[in-house]
Structure formats: structure tokens, C-alpha cells
């Protein structure tokens, strides 16, 4: 049976949780990287000293985690943000028409710096802690749709640069998770309306004070731990906001 002691869980918790517990320790410890599939859940069964049955309700946690991704007849794979149901899970701005959710990016500014009192608070880190700011619009048919402020931790990233950033075509996380091992796992959102002030109307191409939704996200990967604080503000003359509940 699966040693609780080593897992994070307490030693109440389901012992499928437990499971869980010790495939995520080896998810963050690396032993299978994004995109590589994982051992069978008969492997996993004998290893854990559990039945087949309670490796399988761990995997189903953990593919509903967004952690491991299910392929029929092929196996279970360590999700990455390469993969398309992937990329986008944390841009939430829909067309009011529909369709794809695919935007255009284009970097304004990316540039090494100390951390604010605010931002290092919210990173875990200390006042002047060296991090990496970038500055974008994304674009949906040409038109500007969102601006972001991204603060990344410097430690994290180091080498990371505007050239960098324009060469690598997949998603942002895509690129954080290949070049420098770090990993969305999970992000918590705060909301709230404001206008536009005169530098974000112009680069949105909106009139001054015109509604605009700030959305300040603070992104986590394995333990919990904050690797990335993005402010955003979005455009929602024909987008909207769409979050699914469960």
C-alpha cells in the first residue's frame, strides 16, 4: 500500500488520493516530462501496492486537473501547453460571434528588472528581487484585444528576451514549460471593471474611459508556488468573458 507518510495528504485522506498525491511528487520531480506518456495503471497498481481500480480514479483527478491528458487506445500522457485544448485553458476572452480563440501576439516590451513591493509580495519573493517584465497586445482579426504586464521571477527565467520570445511560435506557457521547465498548473483570477486611461486607449484603440475588464492573474506550477503574475486588460466590444463553473 502507498506510504502516507511521504505523501502531502493526510493519512485519512482516500486512497486514491494518496495515489494521486505521489504520480503529481513524480510529475514535479520530472520523472516523465510534458508530451511523454506515463507507465500503464496495471505498472503504477504494483508499484503503489493499490488495485488497478484506485490508480485509474487517481489518473481520472488528474486528467480533470488538467495535469495528465487520456488518448484513446495510445495511453495517458503528461499534459503540456503545446497541446491545443491546452494552449488557451486560461484565456477566457470569447468572440461574441464565436469561432477559433487563437490571437495574434505582439511583444511591446520585455526587459529585466527589481521587483516592486507589490509584485515580489505577490511572487513570493522579496522588494527588489530581479524579475522579468513583458508588455504585449494580443489581437484578434487585427484588432487589439488585450494588453497584458507580465512579471515573471528572474531566478526562473534567466536568459529569456525579446528575440527569444518572437522566434518561439507555440503559446507563451508552451515556451516555459520546453525552455525553461516551469509549468502552469493551476492560476486564480480577480476581477473588476475600469476605464481606459489615455495610454492603454490608445494602444487597445479605444476611446479614453471606455470599459475595460481587469483581470489580474497569478499563475502557480507544482507545490503551489507562484511563478508568474499577469495584469490584463480586456477589450470586450465584441468579446466576452466566459468561465465554466463546476
Known amino acids: 500500500m502507498v506510504d502516507a507518510s511521504s505523501a502531502a495528504e493526510p493519512a485519512f485522506s482516500p486512497l486514491y488520493r494518496q495515489v494521486k498525491v505521489m504520480i503529481t511528487h513524480e510529475l514535479q520531480a520530472g520523472a516523465w516530462k510534458p508530451g511523454e506518456s506515463i507507465p500503464s495503471e496495471q ?17 481520472d483527478e488528474l486528467a480533470a486537473d488538467n495535469l495528465l491528458v487520456r488518448r484513446q487506445g495510445k495511453g495517458t500522457f503528461v499534459a503540456t501547453h503545446a497541446e491545443q485544448q491546452i494552449a488557451y485553458r486560461f484565456l ?15 511583444l511591446l516590451d ?13 511572487l513570493a519573493g522579496k522588494s527588489g528581487d530581479a524579475v522579468v517584465q513583458l508588455r504585449r ?10 494588453l497584458d504586464e507580465i512579471w ?15 522566434d518561439y511560435k507555440g503559446p507563451m506557457y508552451g515556451m516555459f514549460e520546453a525552455e525553461f521547465g516551469v509549468r502552469m498548473i493551476r492560476a486564480e483570477e480577480k476581477i473588476r471593471a475600469v476605464p ?3 495610454d492603454t486607449a490608445r494602444l487597445l484603440a479605444l476611446r479614453p474611459g471606455a470599459p475595460l475588464l481587469s483581470v489580474e492573474r497569478l499563475s ?6 507562484p ?4 495584469r490584463g486588460l480586456y477589450s470586450t466590444e465584441q468579446h466576452f468573458y466566459r468561465n465554466e463553473l463546476n
Open 220 to 225: 502557480f506550477t507544482y507545490g503551489d508556488k
Open 196 to 198: 481606459a486611461d489615455v
Open 43 to 59: 505498472y503504477l497498481a504494483v508499484r503503489f501496492k493499490v488495485s488497478q481500480g484506485t490508480v485509474r480514479k487517481a489518473i
Open 92 to 106: 477566457r476572452l470569447v468572440p461574441d460571434a464565436g469561432g477559433a480563440l487563437g490571437m495574434e501576439r505582439r
Open 227 to 230: 511563478v508568474e503574475l499577469r
Open 152 to 166: 515573471l521571477p528572474g531566478k526562473l527565467f534567466k536568459g529569456l528576451t525579446a528575440d527569444r520570445l518572437a
Open 110 to 122: 520585455c526587459r529585466r528588472t527589481r521587483a516592486p513591493a507589490d509584485v515580489a509580495r505577490a
Open 137 to 146: 497586445l494580443l489581437l484578434a482579426g487585427a484588432k487589439p484585444v488585450v
